[in-house]
């Protein structure tokens, strides 16, 4: 089941094993963190093991299932646990959006493609300098994190909470920053700068007047205004 | 969290999903919006960045993880490698939050 994208088409120098693999895997330990915090969460809120770790197999979108768990551990209702938790993943949709160009895969194979489009494999495809590289870097980023996010909520929602705070470690902060490092290159031309000062302005200040999720929504507004923008003054 | 409400949101979340990569390719307005697509990606993990930097419960908040995203983000301008800026930034936050 393995597809032929991970062996990375194009051999480079001789190896197999293509030259985003290393930060793909570095980016999987780091999710596998989270996972462990999301499998301690999970019990903490009164989850089964099974079920946080179906959900982690199924729902796969660290941001959403963090926001159903902590609504359903607050006392929240499940329907709004839901709801506030499908506002989060709905930003994939977009990212699949944006993705589909660059993806050739066809029938079941992109049906597997479509449950791997998250931040995480977005962000290492679109950081491919060589667009030829972007789909094997999409798909080892997303079964890197796949397996990470799953074997971390396996062993968190097991072992409970003696261990990995992912703060503690920083790791909150190596997200952002490990995504501003991926995105430097595409920084460089002049349209992609604006759109990007303008996702990150629409979504501070959305961040105090909106629920979670729509921040990050209203960048595909940021990404409409910024081409308006280049579009008047090439 | 009953079973069916996890099942649901399973569902929902993998048809946003697969609604963007496989069924929008198939509209035929998006062929028009290509320059829109391509600066998306950029607009959306800028305002992920911020989101996951500064969000604290609906108040902008400037705490350790925006000083570890901050070294991370002058190594990344220095054109430290991914791994590094990873690092630089984790152990930054970690530093600024512990002591």
Request: proline residues 4%; contains cysteine; glycine residues 12%.
């Amino acid at each position: 089941m393995v597809p032929d994208e991970l062996l990375g088409g194009d051999s480079v120098r001789g190896s197999r094993v293509p030259h985003y693999a290393r930060d793909c895997v570095v980016l999987g330990l780091a999710v596998g963190v989270f996972g462990i915090a999301f499998g301690v969460l999970a019990a903490e809120s009164g989850l089964s093991g099974a079920k946080a770790c179906v959900m982690s197999l199924l729902v796969f979108t660290g941001a959403s299932q963090f926001a159903a768990v902590s609504v359903v551990g607050s006392g929240g209702s499940a329907v709004t646990a839901v709801a506030s938790a499908l506002l989060l993943g709905a930003r994939n949709g977009i990212y699949g959006l944006a993705m589909a160009g660059r993806l050739r895969s066809r029938g079941v194979r992109r049906g597997i493609a479509a449950q791997l489009v998250i931040d995480e494999s977005t962000a290492m495809a679109v950081a491919q300098g060589d667009p030829a590289d972007s789909e094997g870097a999409f798909w080892w980023a997303g079964v890197s994190v796949f397996v990470a996010w799953n074997i971390g909520t396996l062993i968190g929602a097991v072992a409970g909470n003696a261990i990995a705070d992912p703060s503690a470690l920083g790791l909150d902060a190596a997200f952002p920053a490990g995504f501003i490092s991926l995105m430097m290159p595409q920084l460089r031309q002049r349209s992609t700068l604006i759109a990007a000062g303008l996702g990150a302005s629409f979504a501070a200040v959305a961040i105090p007047l909106t629920q979670p999720g729509i921040p990050i929504l209203l960048a595909a507004v940021a990404a409409l205004v910024a081409l308006a923008l280049v579009r008047r003054r090439p | 969290m009953s079973w069916t409400a996890i099942l649901l949101l399973a569902a929902g979340a993998y048809a946003a999903k697969f609604a963007g990569l496989v069924i929008g390719p198939r509209l035929t307005i998006l062929k028009r919006l290509d320059p829109w697509l391509a600066l998306l990606p950029a607009a959306m993990l800028a305002a992920l960045v911020t989101v996951q930097t500064l969000d604290g419960a609906k108040l902008l908040t400037i705490d350790a993880r925006a000083a570890g995203v901050a070294a991370g983000s002058v190594a990344a301008l220095k054109r430290v490698p991914f791994v590094g800026v990873i690092f630089v930034a984790a152990v930054v936050a970690a530093l600024v939050r512990n002591y």
